[in-house]
């Protein structure tokens, strides 16, 4: 759980986990969501992902931006096919001053012109996935 954002090379993690896994073996990958709305927000404001920065870099390691799409691609890529995938989790929020209630105020007011296939995409803050070897 929440590796695969560290690696330099998520597809040899990837392949190399399908190699290990026995007839009927599942694998769960998750990693941050790069697309929810904190995310494209904090981009819009200052030019950065909002788990992917200099800062973020040396706070946790993330070095492999993985939106939904690429890691999908991946995924097929490897030959694992997703049994199950689900976004979870919200970002924390700060104190409730007034420019706190002013950001979320607008980040509401964007969301209604955010573009996705999921809503869920832009609430969430991680995406897991339930993987098998494809047949």
């Known amino acids: 759980m929440e590796v695969i954002e560290h690696l330099e090379n998520p597809s ?6 399908r190699k290990l896994l026995k007839p009927g073996g599942k694998i769960l990958v998750s990693t941050p969501n790069v697309l929810d709305s904190d995310s494209r927000f904090n981009y819009l404001r200052k030019g950065k992902l909002y788990h992917f920065s200099e800062e973020s870099y040396f706070a946790t390691g993330h070095m492999t931006i993985l939106p939904k799409w690429l890691l999908e691609l991946l995924f097929d890529k490897a ?10 989790g919200i970002h924390p929020r700060g104190k ?5 209630i002013s950001i979320e105020l607008l980040k509401m007011a964007l969301n209604l012109f955010m573009k996705s296939t999921d809503k869920d995409e832009l609430l969430s803050n991680y995406m897991v996935y339930l993987l098998e070897v494809k047949d």
């Open 12 to 17: 040899k993690l990837l392949r190399d986990c």
């Open 79 to 88: 030959e694992l096919k997703i049994i199950s995938s689900r976004f979870g």
């Open 96 to 100: 409730w001053g007034f420019r706190n």
